[in-house]
């Protein structure tokens, strides 16, 4: 069944405004959805959802749905097993414990659908691996970046906390694909945590941790 019918499927629920599936790297990838929320919303209520799912992983917790209730509407996240999630808007009197058991239903049959396009992109990301790896004289580098990195993620954790490390991941990899990874862009990956810490203060104490290598 395609996935574009599922969420349609998903979509006719009573009170269900739409339904989307979102990537943490891509962002939405196939949507049946005519949603309130503003584009910058939108991409941020996916982001907490994707990073709240890991960091349940991580605790050895396995998050079958989660209900995030506005003033206006109600957004149920189910988890799937590419590392997305299936993004369900509904109006906040709709019975969402309904909607997450009929998702959570179809789940198993949208992440057959997508298989194809998750082990093509994964795919290309290990060729893409491999070439960097096999360049000559980076091992200096290498150990170098690595010192850098963890500095940097150990600032970050004592700015935000333990959700750091997603947070970390994540930047990490839009990161990278902007550029080589040396430490002349490093001062680049440090503007983009303090952008998404959001505190001033922490943000400054962020940078003031790493001050030696930005």
């Avoid at 995030?68 to 997305?84: A, H, K, M, Q, W």
Wanted: with cysteine.
């Amino acid at each position: 069944m395609a996935m574009e019918k599922l969420l349609k499927e998903i979509a006719a629920i009573p009170g269900v405004t739409g339904s989307c599936v979102f990537d943490r790297h891509k962002g939405p990838l196939c949507r049946d959805l005519d949603s309130p929320l503003t584009a910058e919303m939108f991409q941020n209520v996916g982001m907490h959802l994707v990073r709240q799912v890991q960091m349940g992983t991580m605790c050895g917790l396995s998050i079958r749905s989660s209900h995030f209730r506005f003033d206006r509407y109600t957004v149920v996240g189910i988890p799937l097993e590419n590392g997305g999630v299936l993004m369900t808007i509904c109006e906040n009197q709709a019975n969402c414990s309904l909607i997450a058991t009929t998702a959570g239903m179809l789940v198993a049959d949208m992440c057959d659908a997508g298989a194809g396009r998750e082990d093509s992109a994964s795919a290309t990301r290990e060729v893409s691996t491999e070439t960097e790896e096999d360049e000559p004289g980076d091992s200096g580098v290498n150990l170098e970046m690595e010192a850098h990195l963890r500095d940097i993620g150990q600032a970050l954790a004592a700015a935000i906390g333990p959700v750091a490390e997603v947070v970390m991941q994540d930047f990490l990899e839009k990161w990278r694909a902007n550029g080589p990874v040396i430490p002349a862009r490093l001062s680049e990956l440090a503007a983009m945590l303090a952008d998404e810490i959001g505190d001033e203060e922490l943000a400054a104490e962020f940078k003031s941790r790493i001050r030696h290598i930005i």
